[in-house]
């Protein structure tokens, strides 16, 4: 782990023609206001194409995965639109593994942002199913289709309930 500019703790991720998964456990209920807390700053995408296929499937997100072995997967886009869903192109993926964009583009790449997803509302609108437990959060690079660059930092992962706060990160 590194820090960022204000001294939190942060973790930074290289990505170059290969794919590396983090995956941390972390448990807490999925019941009405969860939500997903982090900060991030990605220096550079490791693709310049939409990543909603399997030739061009290159990203670096921070996933959710719930009891029901279902994930959420929010990421920062080269060109699709912010609030894109698409399951994962990948065959092994595509029955358990949802993308949601996050932000999109260029502006903002090399600054630090804050970002907070309520979980219990995009598991029911968008996956709909039984779970009632987030179970782990991962960090995805993957760089291995089209062979490109990606870097970025994660910071301040939390998850949040009305019982309290989990620092993830």
């Given at each position: 782990?590194?820090?960022?500019?204000?001294?939190?703790?942060?973790?930074?991720?290289?990505?170059?023609?290969?794919?590396?998964?983090?995956?941390?456990?972390?448990?807490?209920?999925l019941a009405a206001g969860t939500r997903l807390?982090?900060?991030?700053?990605?220096d550079q995408l490791p693709i310049d194409l939409a990543e909603d296929?399997?030739?061009s499937h290159d990203y670096l997100s921070i996933?959710?995965?719930?009891d029901d072995g279902?994930?959420?997967?929010?990421?920062?886009s080269a060109e699709l639109p912010v609030g894109t869903v698409y399951r994962c192109p990948?065959?092994?993926?595509?029955?358990?593994?949802?993308?949601?964009?996050?932000?999109?583009?260029?502006?903002?790449?090399?600054?630090?942002?804050?970002?907070e997803r309520d979980l219990h509302a995009d598991y029911?609108?968008?996956?709909?199913?039984?779970?009632?437990?987030?179970?782990?959060?991962?960090?995805?690079a993957n760089s291995l289709f089209q062979r490109g660059h990606g870097r970025c930092e994660y910071?301040?992962?939390?998850?949040?309930n009305h019982e309290g706060t989990l620092e993830v990160l």
């Open positions: 782990p590194s820090l960022t500019t204000d001294g939190r703790p942060a973790i930074g991720c290289h990505t170059h023609g290969d794919v590396g998964i983090l995956r941390r456990e972390a448990r807490v209920p807390a982090w900060c991030w700053r990605l296929t399997l030739p996933a959710v995965e719930f279902q994930d959420l997967t929010y990421y920062w990948l065959p092994t993926w595509k029955n358990k593994e949802t993308h949601v964009v996050v932000r999109s583009g260029p502006a903002g790449l090399g600054q630090w942002h804050a970002e029911r609108r968008i996956i709909g199913g039984p779970a009632r437990e987030v179970v782990r959060v991962w960090l995805i910071a301040s992962i939390r998850l949040i």
